[in-house]
């Protein structure tokens, strides 16, 4: 440049020349200062982690060294967001929005991106599963009875647990639970009532809609036959006359003989029965059945399985060997009274085997646990079934079962072998009603609804109905 200027003698277009020349040395330059350039490098960084409750605004910056112009980029999880400068406002930031945060800088010579940032959106415990309206089970199950609330906040919540014996009880705190699922280990009848479940950090807390737990009484079933024999005499009938054989000690006199007889060990005989005709032929009834077990007794459902299983394996060698005894005549022979009866051949009448439990209760399916029936059921009832014994052979059996309470009765209590009578006037729109309060008022006369109860209308002009309860006039 100092040349061209000190030097006059240059025509316009020798020094355009010489200048044209020194632009292109220029422009060499600028492009070596370009090519040379770093990528650009981040000197502050967003934080690693940050907490922020809902609803606030969420700032986060980063900067950067650059030779050349640059442009920001901020990512949500990848997800590219729509902000283009060194800081990033996320207002009003809801639950969805927490997660990794990243900032990148891109320029012609490279990018750079921060390290990631944890965005923690502080929220209240909202359930995701809560308790069902109501449980059952009966008192000493073995498996338990797990209740399970399940719910998401940030931070995680923790967990509470409360129980009440009735509605108007007050809430009490179930100490040493601080899990989501509430465990009862072999339910008790005391353990009855309502739960409810409450998740909270120090946001908030959302409590479960409550359940109703019914726990219902158990018992051991008893097996039992019912067995009748006829027995005829063996001395001259005239000596019998006047006597009552229905006396209890001639009864026990009988059921002594048998017990003998069979060798019981296990099994028992009870409810004997004597019927004789004219000629003093008598007809034994009793029942062979397994000893009572003691519910209670047992520490698991499982022991009281292996005890039941012996005592009807028992029973039924017993039932056997009385086959056997009575397939002759004088199988066996019984005393009354100093009078000898001697069993008559193939005499012996057997009944299906069948499951006793206590009035209002039936058998669970394992055939060997008496289960008191719910509320708006009633239990005295047997039903007959085939069991499958393998080899195509099955047993014809009779079992107890609890039935849902008919129309225009209710039960409220568990265990109950009858249903409760709605009062007069009044029924239940359905079977298994379980409370007073739902039996309705029927329609009275001159009034009808489809259901034949409240709300009813008034029968139209030129019909009429004197009933209660009616669907139509």
């Known amino acids: 440049f100092l040349w061209l200027g000190y030097n006059e003698n240059y025509t316009f277009y020798q020094a355009q020349t010489i200048l044209s020349q020194v632009m292109e040395i220029l422009s060499d330059l600028k492009g070596l200062e370009y090519w040379c350039s770093d990528p650009p490098q981040i000197i502050e960084q967003p934080p690693a982690e940050v907490n922020i409750s809902i609803g606030d605004t969420l700032e986060l910056s980063c900067r950067v060294s650059s030779n050349l112009p640059v442009q920001y980029h901020w990512r949500r999880n990848s997800m590219l967001l729509s902000s283009r400068s060194n800081t990033l406002s996320v207002q009003n930031i809801q639950r969805s929005e927490g997660g990794n945060y990243s900032c990148s800088v891109t320029s012609d010579s490279g990018i750079a991106t921060s390290l990631p940032t944890i965005v923690n959106v502080y929220y209240q415990p909202i359930l995701n599963l809560s308790l069902v309206n109501s449980v059952e089970t009966f008192e000493g199950y073995d498996n338990g009875l797990n209740l399970a609330c399940d719910a998401h906040s940030w931070p995680p919540p923790g967990w509470r647990w409360f129980y009440r014996a009735t509605n108007t009880d007050e809430w009490t705190d179930i100490v040493d639970v601080n899990a989501n699922v509430l465990s009862l280990d072999k339910p008790k009848l005391s353990d009855e009532g309502w739960y409810t479940c409450m998740a909270y950090n120090w946001i908030g ?11 219902l009484p158990a018992s051991v079933a008893r097996i039992e036959y019912s067995i009748s ?23 026990q006199m009988v059921a002594d003989t048998i017990h003998n007889s069979l060798q019981l060990t296990s099994t028992q005989i009870q409810d004997v029965e004597l019927i004789s005709d004219k000629n003093f032929n008598i007809t034994v009834s009793f029942k062979l059945m397994t000893p009572h077990v003691q519910y209670i007794a047992y520490d ?7 005890k039941v299983g012996d005592l009807v394996i028992q029973l039924q060698l017993d039932r056997n060997n009385l086959i056997n005894l009575t397939s002759e005549d004088g199988g066996i022979i019984m005393s ?14 057997i009944s299906p085997r069948v499951f006793v439990c206590p009035n209002g209760y039936q058998v669970d399916s394992s055939l ?30 009779q079992i107890p079962q609890c039935l849902e309470c008919p129309i225009g009765m209710y039960q409220n209590d568990k265990g109950e072998a009858e249903c409760k009578q709605c009062p007069d006037y009044y029924s239940t729109a359905d079977i298994g009603a379980s409370s007073l309060e739902e039996c309705t008022a029927l329609c009275q006369p001159n009034t009808y609804s489809d259901t034949g109860m409240e709300p009813c209308t008034q029968c139209p002009p030129t019909h009429y109905q004197t009933e209660y309860g009616s669907s139509e006039c």
């Open 229 to 251: 024999i006829r027995f005829t005499p063996d001395f001259d009938i005239s000596l019998a006359a006047g006597i009552d054989f229905n006396r209890s000690d001639y009864k």
């Open 368 to 397: 060997v646990i008496c289960v008191g029936c719910a509320p708006g059921y009633y239990g005295n009832v047997l039903v007959d079934q085939l069991t499958d014994r393998g080899n195509g052979q099955f047993m014809e059996e």
């Open 300 to 306: 698991s459902i499982q022991e009281v399985f292996l």
């Open 336 to 349: 009354i009274s100093g009078l000898i009866f001697h069993s008559v051949e193939n005499s012996l009448s």
């Open 205 to 215: 807390n959302v409590s479960s809609e409550p359940t109703y737990l019914t726990v």
